[in-house]
């Protein structure tokens, strides 16, 4: 990671991928984070990342407000004026027990409400609107996906990940309508 930053001082923040390990260190899972553009949806960063100290002088400590989604909140204010990039490799070790603050709040509606209010705080109405759009495609919510879609699209006509959930809502919901 370190070679990377080195490599090219115009990147200001790496991360990578990691293996989650149980408490025996076995492997469980293989977590390949997301590139750089998927953290306006979710925070994909992971646990393993380092960055240059100009970050931390520019963008200033954690917030501590942000409960459990400090480090998304840290990211998505990171990602407003840095240059972020993913390692594509496996660098790191993770151990998930269920005493950890993931492993108590994982899925609960305190976390999902925090994970909201960080949106709101962190990203223009039109990115809020659509990670809101994409959420519920996801859930197969398609009605509440194609509402949330349009309303990103009013405020921003020309964005295509705006246009893709609103269309593709109205085809899903076609063709299950005309193949019943």
């Not at 390990?21 to 293989?30: S, V």
Request: proline share 2%; with cysteine; hydrophobic share 35%.
């Amino acid at each position: 990671m370190v070679d990377r930053l080195d490599d090219d001082p115009e990147i200001d923040f790496v991360y990578c991928n990691y293996q989650l390990i149980d408490l025996a260190n076995k492997i469980k899972e293989m977590v390949s984070t997301g590139n750089p553009e998927d953290l306006y949806f979710h925070n994909c960063i992971g646990p393993c990342f380092l960055y240059r100290r100009k970050i931390y002088e520019a963008v200033g400590n954690y917030d501590r407000n942000c409960t459990l989604v400090e480090d998304y909140d840290y990211w998505l204010r990171i990602a407003k004026r840095f240059k972020m990039e993913k390692i594509d490799k496996y660098l790191y070790f993770f151990r998930l027990h269920t005493s950890s603050l993931t492993g108590k709040y994982g899925g609960t509606d305190f976390l999902a409400r925090q994970l909201e209010i960080v949106k709101n705080k962190n990203l223009s109405k039109t990115m809020y609107l659509l990670s809101i759009s994409r959420e519920c495609f996801i859930n197969d919510k398609n009605v509440k996906s194609i509402y949330y879609a349009f309303l990103s699209i009013c405020f921003n006509l020309m964005n295509k990940d705006s246009w893709y959930y609103f269309l593709r809502n109205i085809k899903r919901i076609a063709s299950n309508f005309f193949f019943l």
